[in-house]
């Protein structure tokens, strides 16, 4: 079946500019994650959703950055005023809630060059 | 959610096992170790993960400690492809966030 889609792929826009990067999850996975994984670093939790609780936002770097989810669809991070230093991967992966050790599937990533 | 310390890199021989090692002395009893690695340009993807027995499937297979201190993954035959960086994580499961540390860089070579 389909995996985790992310979109745009790339992405390059102008310091100071909005970016919206797009997470659409596997279809009936409850849990939504989303990393930042900059050039030659590891994964960087951003937040996460399960279900109708309210997401844990503990991972977010600043108040520039927000994401949404509706229901147990499709996620959206938003970037405010990018600056050069958000320029990075971001990764989404979700996960079903059958039981407590499903793991994470991850989509390809929205690779974000801020010039 | 346990901290876990992997080797930076390692390299292994084309056909040969690899043994990537974890230290996890911190795990608690209610925390699984889980593996994921992430080919370049790629994102992570899961491998296998156990709570205290050891487990095999298709792709590796996971031993852990008695103390559960520590694990080690075993890819019983490493090609070409299998290189990538291996990231070793303790959770308590699909609850919450899972932190991926910087993982171990796995160069197979011929």
């Known amino acids: 079946g389909a995996g985790v889609s992310q979109s745009p792929s790339n992405k390059v826009t102008e310091k100071g500019k909005d970016v919206e990067l797009r997470c659409d999850p596997i279809s009936g996975h409850t849990a939504l994650y989303w990393y930042r994984q900059r050039l030659g670093q590891g994964l960087e939790f951003l937040i996460y959703f399960q279900g109708n609780s309210a997401p844990d936002k503990s991972g977010l770097p600043s108040d520039r950055f927000s994401a949404e989810r509706t229901g147990e669809s499709v996620s959206t991070l938003t970037i405010q005023r990018t600056q050069q230093e958000d320029s990075a991967v971001y990764l989404c992966?979700?996960?079903?809630?059958?039981?407590?050790?499903?793991?994470?599937?991850f989509g390809n990533g929205t690779r974000l060059t801020v010039t | 959610d346990a901290k876990t310390t992997q080797p930076t890199s390692m390299d292994c021989a084309e056909g040969r096992a690899a043994n990537l090692p974890c230290n996890h002395s911190?795990?608690?009893?209610?925390?699984?170790v889980y593996w994921y690695r992430q080919i370049h340009s790629q994102g992570p993807q899961y491998i296998i993960h156990g709570l205290k027995n050891n487990e095999t499937n298709e792709m590796a297979s996971l031993i852990i400690t008695e103390d559960r201190k520590s694990s080690t993954l075993i890819l019983p035959h490493a090609t070409l492809r299998d290189t990538a960086v291996y990231y070793c994580?303790?959770?308590?499961?699909?609850?919450?966030?899972?932190?991926f540390g910087q993982g171990t860089t796995l160069q197979v070579k011929p």
């Open positions: 911190t795990i608690s009893g209610n925390e699984y």
């Open positions: 992966a979700s996960s079903s809630f059958d039981s407590r050790v499903s793991p994470l599937h």
């Open positions: 994580i303790v959770s308590r499961g699909n609850t919450g966030k899972l932190i």
